[in-house]
Every structure is written in C-alpha cells, then in structure tokens.
C-alpha cells in the first residue's frame, strides 16, 4: 500500500486537517468527561454542588490549553455550563435557565476559555517565530562557514593545477606528485563539507526524519576509526571501550560522521596533537562518546560558542587562515540534538582538549 508520501499535497493536507480535527475533538471530550467522573465521584462526599462549576472551568481551561485555536475552548464552556445545569444543579436532568447565577458562570467560563485560548495561540505563534528565527540563523552561519571552506580548498586545487598545467616541461616528477597529493587531499576535503552539508540539510528540512536502529556502538566506532586512518595514516589512535557489548537506538551512518568530524577537529586544530582517544562509557540509560588528544587544547573564550557554527565571523582572522572547525562541530551538535542527546567541549586537566556526546539508550542494551 502505498505511503501518504505518494498523495497528492491537497489530499494529504485534507487528511492532516483531519487528523488535527479528530486529536481536538477527542481531547475536548476527554477532560470534559474527566471532570464530569470527578463531580459524580465528589458527589458522594459532598453536601453541595458549588465545586462542580469550579472543576469545569478548570476543564475549559484545560480544553483551551491543549487544543489549537478558540473554537474547542469556546464549545467547551458552552458545553459545561449546559452540562453543568443539566446534570449537576437542581432539579436534576431537567434545563433550568432561571437559576440564580446561571448567567454568571456562563459568562465567567466563556471568559475564561477565550482569554486562555489567545495567550496559547499566541505563545504557540512565537515559539514558531522563535523557531524560524533559529533555522535562518543556522541558514545564515552555514552559509558563511561553506563560502569560506569551499573557497579554502579551491583555491589550493585551481593554484596545483595550474602549476602543473603551466609547468609540465620543467617541473620534477616529485614536485608534480606533491601537487597532485595536495590537490587530492584538497577534493576529499570538499567531499567532507558536502556531505556535511547533506547531513544539515537532511535534519533541518522540512520534512526531515531520523530513523533509528540498534546498533552495535563497537563498530560504529570501529568503522569511524578506518575512515578516518584512510586519511590520517601516520596518526596514532587509540581506542577505549567496555567490556559488554552496548547496543545504542541510532542512525548508524549519521553518529558515524559525528566521530569522524571530532577525531578530525583533534587532528587539524591539535596541532600538536601526538596521540587521540576515543573512550566509550555508559550509565543507566546513557551512552558517552568522548574524542580526546593531548594537543594544545581549546582556547577559552572559544568555549562557549564552540557549536555555534561561526567561528569565523567570531574569531576574524586566525580561523580564517585555516580549517574552520565551526561547520564541522554544528553538523556534529545537530546530528546529536536529532538524536536527542547533547554535546559539550572541554580542556582537560592533563593538556589537550576533550570533546564529548551523549545519546539516550534503554538500560538493558548493554550485553
């Protein structure tokens, strides 16, 4: 059968507003009938029924708070004050609009659902400005770490090849060689931020979704570590892990990137880092992943904006002689937040730097 994907857009959107429709009515008649089970069981040890319009108008607030729009919290209070009339107040199952303070409580009700009604649609429309404000901040911080790290490693192919091109006749085989390295050393790198790059696009779209399996944390890491020794060779690696197997819920491929990125940053922002440790603990219902080196550590005032993803327009000119490690560590936090975890750097006491993660795991998926 074919997923709601393959709908139409009209047909779809009929049918989310029609799931929407059914969530609201279903959560209307359900505080509604909470409160009517509360004010018969009340009834039992109560003499009067000047509580029962007082469990109802918290019901209409209720109603109004966790529906969208003014119509159920508005329903909702014309409901309870006829249910209120009809069941609850004497002469019992019989309508009786002359009661004395009908109109009040009718009134006060209506208020009540309105008045809650617009302060959550109006918080709800913020959080969604908030939210928009966030993406186009994030769009804006990716654009100016790509202009700045794709212009990088073009310049350097563009300037090798030429150099090859213009000089064939008089250029020694080894300097040829030596540029031909740099120019391919320079095209994985572009390879790196696309896919970078994919992965953002990926989380952050409109649509996105992250699947998630359990996998064994092992060869998740394991698998990292060859990539990442296909273009660090003469680094020195070493790895700590448990001793039982852990099995993590998580997108394999994506916590794959996340560990090459760090190990990566350890390397080109170490600068003198001689040896990286990827130590892997858990906790009940946590798995830790921490990327550690004994270079030269991170500078403070760095800290703090460390994930923010533009390190270039914060640090000017030293960042911008280099690698940026801004877009790297962004596509790193968001792959985790997609995750539901977290991410944090710190310098470690014993010099060098410390870069960790977090992902939630169930408690009994260590083996």
């Not at 009661?99 to 959550?120: E, K, N, Q």
């Not at 150099?163 to 391919?184: H, P, Q, S, T, Y």
């Given at each position: 059968m074919?997923?709601?994907?393959?709908?139409?857009?009209?047909?779809?959107?009929?049918?989310?507003?029609?799931?929407?429709?059914?969530?609201?009515?279903?959560?209307t008649?359900?505080?509604?009938?909470?409160?009517?089970?509360?004010?018969?069981?009340l009834q039992?040890f109560?003499?009067?029924?000047?509580?029962?319009?007082?469990l109802?108008?918290?019901?209409?607030?209720?109603?109004?708070?966790?529906?969208?729009?003014?119509?159920y919290?508005?329903a909702?209070?014309?409901?309870?004050?006829?249910?209120v009339?009809?069941?609850?107040?004497?002469?019992?199952?019989?309508?009786?609009?002359?009661?004395?303070?009908?109109?009040?409580?009718?009134?006060?009700?209506?208020a009540?659902?309105?008045?809650?009604?617009?302060?959550?649609?109006?918080?709800?429309?913020?959080e969604?400005?908030?939210?928009?404000?966030?993406?186009?901040?994030?769009?804006?911080?990716?654009?100016?770490?790509?202009?700045?790290?794709?212009?990088?490693?073009?310049?350097?192919?563009?300037?090798?090849?030429?150099?090859i091109?213009?000089?064939?006749?008089?250029?020694?085989?080894?300097?040829?060689?030596?540029?031909?390295?740099?120019?391919?050393?320079?095209?994985?790198?572009?390879?790196?931020?696309?896919e970078?790059?994919?992965?953002?696009?990926?989380?952050?779209?409109?649509n996105a979704?992250?699947?998630?399996?359990?996998?064994?944390?092992?060869?998740?890491?394991?698998?990292?570590?060859?990539?990442?020794?296909?273009?660090?060779?003469?680094?020195?690696?070493?790895?700590?892990?448990?001793?039982?197997v852990?099995?993590?819920?998580m997108?394999g491929?994506?916590?794959?990137?996340v560990?090459?990125?760090?190990?990566?940053?350890?390397?080109?922002?170490?600068?003198?880092?001689?040896?990286?440790?990827?130590?892997?603990?858990?906790?009940?219902?946590?798995?830790?992943?921490?990327?550690?080196?004994?270079?030269?550590?991170?500078?403070?005032?760095?800290?703090?904006?460390?994930?923010?993803?533009?390190?270039?327009?914060?640090?000017?000119?030293?960042?911008?002689?280099?690698?940026n490690?801004?877009?790297?560590l962004?596509?790193?936090?968001?792959?985790?937040?997609?995750?539901?975890?977290?991410?944090?750097?710190?310098?470690?006491?014993?010099?060098?730097?410390?870069?960790m993660?977090?992902?939630p795991?169930?408690?009994?998926?260590?083996?």
């Amino acid at each position: 059968m074919a997923g709601n994907d393959t709908l139409p857009t009209g047909k779809r959107e009929n049918m989310k507003k029609g799931q929407e429709l059914r969530k609201n009515i279903l959560i209307t008649a359900g505080i509604l009938g909470i409160a009517a089970l509360i004010a018969f069981f009340l009834q039992q040890f109560v003499s009067t029924d000047t509580h029962v319009p007082l469990l109802f108008v918290l019901a209409v607030l209720f109603v109004s708070r966790y529906t969208e729009g003014y119509v159920y919290g508005i329903a909702a209070s014309v409901m309870a004050v006829i249910g209120v009339n009809y069941i609850f107040t004497y002469p019992y199952f019989e309508i009786n609009f002359a009661l004395t303070g009908y109109s009040l409580t009718f009134i006060a009700m209506l208020a009540v659902s309105v008045s809650v009604s617009t302060l959550t649609t109006q918080i709800k429309q913020q959080e969604l400005i908030r939210l928009e404000a966030e993406k186009e901040k994030m769009r804006g911080n990716l654009l100016r770490a790509v202009s700045h790290d794709i212009r990088t490693p073009l310049t350097s192919i563009v300037g090798s090849a030429s150099g090859i091109l213009d000089n064939e006749n008089v250029l020694a085989r080894e300097r040829m060689l030596e540029l031909i390295k740099d120019i391919k050393d320079e095209a994985q790198w572009l390879v790196r931020i696309v896919e970078n790059l994919l992965s953002v696009t990926r989380i952050n779209g409109e649509n996105a979704h992250i699947n998630t399996d359990d996998e064994i944390v092992e060869e998740i890491v394991g698998s990292a570590v060859v990539k990442f020794r296909k273009r660090f060779p003469e680094t020195e690696i070493k790895t700590v892990m448990p001793q039982e197997v852990l099995m993590v819920p998580m997108d394999g491929i994506l916590i794959e990137q996340v560990i090459v990125n760090l190990l990566e940053n350890s390397v080109l922002h170490g600068k003198t880092a001689s040896l990286i440790q990827i130590v892997v603990s858990s906790e009940p219902g946590r798995l830790f992943v921490a990327v550690e080196d004994d270079g030269e550590g991170i500078r403070e005032n760095i800290l703090p904006v460390i994930f923010d993803g533009n390190l270039q327009s914060r640090e000017g000119e030293e960042y911008d002689s280099g690698r940026n490690m801004g877009i790297g560590l962004s596509v790193c936090m968001s792959i985790v937040k997609a995750h539901k975890g977290d991410m944090k750097a710190e310098n470690r006491s014993e010099g060098g730097a410390r870069v960790m993660f977090w992902l939630p795991m169930e408690e009994n998926n260590g083996y």
